[in-house]
């Protein structure tokens, strides 16, 4: 009976896979799912193209099919160079995957919901000594509490000026003006986007320091603006000849804009700013946290009107004539959500989506820590500040250090590690900067596991490196089938131009003669037909004929000369055979010579050639690998998409 079971189930399998086969190519079935999925990623009318028909599709999906299937059978994808490319592009691919989607999302979200939002900061920053000392650290936080204290009952600024370690603390009293999303270190941003107007933080250790913000203010996000400048430099402590001179552009600046030229030659021909005065004054785009002087950004950000500019504006550094060209507000998150990504990336807090995903790998796989890290960081000095520190101390230390899913890495391992990833930094205590390496390492190494893991655990993933494989197959065989052939193969290039000359005639390459009688006529077709110079040939003729002369010699196109155009039109009626060279128009009395146009239209030719090539090929290709539709398949395949086109158009 169990049998039984298991043979109708095979037949039930047989069946659905035969059902869901759309056409066979030699021996190779091909779904239908893939070729619907195909079909509305690349035959879309978001593409700018109009959509082709099924039948249409079908044709270019099929000679596709074809040429991978002959790629495949040829080996191209054993290759070396195929794998190697192959292999990188994955993995590359693949890491886009491996953060965890909910904690990436979620990370996305809040960046949105931020991007809507500026925040005024004030900060006082107190930095920790070089190697600090739990001592040191205690310390320091106490010293930030006892500020933090002041700071509910005295001026911000005042505090800040006088217990502040940061450098511009004297010029701008701790106030940053308004910060926007990833403007901040992630700790900072937190508290400065999860708390309201008024609120003092706890003292927030980042890196090497402490720091103390304050919100000042919240309001909707300014957006970003596109500006340019007419710049005016004077110096910070300037004497009365600087004034002068200042006073003095910047009337001719008004006179120049007032007069209507145009701001950005004003401010090629005037501005002190030399790398934007060569573009117009164009600074390019720039947020509220954009580091630019704060007196400057609230010039900028106060134009209403692209168009419209203000000036002279008074800042630290001299005057400035500012106009606004652009300004781009937050849109919906579907518009924002690549470029949060791409912001996303490059910040600390990535780390938390990735480190959701090694959380995950560690419970899966049994991860385990097999040894203390205090003896591999007591040999380690500080030399690995510097990028001189060599791992010989664990070069031979064979002992399991980690282990997961049945893969063991040492001491050893972890020693090579250290060596290859340290580089020139600021020295900081050894301890948490190996156990900072030692989780980069873990990550590193289960990340190596997981990734070729993935296009079979997402089916996206799964598409994408089929589609990719087989458009590297068909790259590499076109090039060696079609392109590679097309240019190295002189000979079959020209041939084909020969026997299609008549399409390539829309420029002539012509030498046009004038002759008055006939043996003038005669002598002239002798020599132009030995090639012989003009000098000769005119001293030749014009012993039979003194009026022989050069017309005119040039490319020419339709319209561009009327002997020229009787040529053209002798071609389009077919009254010139390609091969011909040499023409003669009594009632013109011309001798025209048709040069070579082969290197003229040699680019168009080259194309036709490949595409001819190619249809060869591909007629080649279908007697090797037979195709054969099923004709009842693809009718649920139109009907499909069909009925999804007009869902969409509802």
């Known amino acids: 009976m169990k049998r039984i079971v298991l043979f109708l189930a095979f037949l039930w399998t047989l069946s659905a896979f035969a059902q869901d086969t759309l056409m066979t190519i030699g021996n190779r079935p091909i779904m239908k799912d893939e070729f619907i999925r195909i079909y509305k990623k690349n035959n879309s009318p978001s593409m700018g193209v109009k959509p082709l028909s099924v039948d249409e599709y079908l044709k270019l999906f099929i000679k596709f099919k074809l040429k991978v299937i002959e790629a495949e059978n040829k080996g191209y994808d054993t290759t070396k160079a195929f794998l190697e490319e192959y292999n990188k592009y994955l993995r590359l691919l693949a890491e886009n995957y491996f953060p965890d989607s909910t904690v990436l999302n979620k990370l996305l979200r809040e960046a949105y919901q931020r991007s809507k939002v500026n925040v005024r900061l004030k900060y006082i920053v107190l930095n920790l000594p070089k190697n600090p000392t739990p001592d040191d650290t205690l310390k320091i936080y106490k010293k930030a509490l006892q500020i933090r204290n002041r700071l509910m009952k005295e001026d911000f600024g005042k505090v800040a000026v006088e217990t502040s370690d940061s450098r511009t603390v004297k010029r701008d009293s701790g106030d940053v003006w308004y910060q926007n999303v990833f403007s901040l270190p992630y700790k900072l941003e937190n508290f400065a986007f999860e708390h309201k107007k008024g609120d003092i933080s706890m003292p927030i250790q980042y890196n090497n320091a402490y720091f103390i913000l304050k919100i000042v203010d919240k309001k909707p996000s300014m957006g970003k603006i596109h500006v340019a400048h007419i710049y005016v430099r004077l110096p910070m402590h300037p004497k009365e000849k600087d004034s002068l001179r200042a006073m003095d552009k910047i009337a001719k600046i008004k006179a120049a804009l007032d007069s209507g030229l145009k701001f950005s030659n004003v401010a090629r021909r005037y501005s002190d700013d030399m790398l934007t005065g060569k573009k117009g004054g164009d600074l390019g785009w720039i947020e509220p946290a954009s580091p630019l002087l704060i007196s400057f950004k609230k010039a900028a950000f106060s134009i209403k009107k692209p168009g419209d500019y203000i000036g002279p504006v008074r800042t630290e550094v001299g005057y400035h004539f500012i106009k606004l060209l652009e300004r781009k507000t937050p849109g919906t998150f579907k518009q924002e959500k690549e470029k949060l990504l791409k912001r996303l990336k490059k910040d600390n807090r990535y780390k938390l989506a990735i480190q959701a995903t090694v959380n995950k790998l560690k419970k899966q796989y049994n991860f385990k820590q097999l040894l203390d890290l205090d003896e591999i960081t007591s040999k380690v000095s500080e030399d690995i500040f510097n990028g001189m520190w060599k791992a010989d101390t664990f070069k031979n230390d064979k002992r399991p250090l980690i282990s997961f899913d049945h893969k063991v890495y040492t001491v050893a391992d972890f020693g090579m590690y250290l060596q290859k990833h340290q580089h020139l930094q600021q020295p900081r205590p050894i301890k948490p900067y190996i156990q900072e390496q030692f989780d980069n390492f873990i990550t590193e190494k289960l990340k190596d596991y997981e990734l070729p893991k993935l296009p079979d655990k997402i089916p996206q993933l799964r598409e994408l490196k089929q ?46 003669y004038s002759y008055s009688n006939r043996k003038g006529k005669k002598l002239a077709l002798k020599y132009i037909k030995r090639g012989m110079p003009d000098s000769i040939l005119l001293q030749k003729v014009h012993k039979k004929d003194t009026a022989f002369a050069i017309y005119k010699k040039a490319i020419f196109k339709k319209g561009d000369d009327k002997i020229a155009d009787l040529i053209f039109q002798r071609y389009e009626n077919g009254k010139i055979k390609p091969n011909k060279t040499i023409i003669v128009l009594p009632e013109q009395k011309k001798i025209v010579v048709i040069k070579d146009n082969f290197k003229y239209v040699r680019g168009y030719v080259l194309a036709d050639y490949q595409t001819y090539l190619e249809d060869k090929w591909v007629q080649r290709l279908k007697k090797k690998y037979p195709v054969k539709i099923n004709q009842k398949v693809l009718e649920e395949v139109k009907r499909e998409l069909s009925q999804e086109n007009l869902s969409e158009n509802k």
């Open 467 to 512: 589609e990719y494989h087989d458009g590297i197959l068909l790259f590499n065989i076109m090039q060696d089938s079609i392109s590679n052939k097309s240019i190295e193969d002189t000979a079959g290039l020209i041939k084909f131009f020969n026997e299609n000359k008549l399409k390539y005639y829309q420029r002539l390459n012509l030498e046009i």
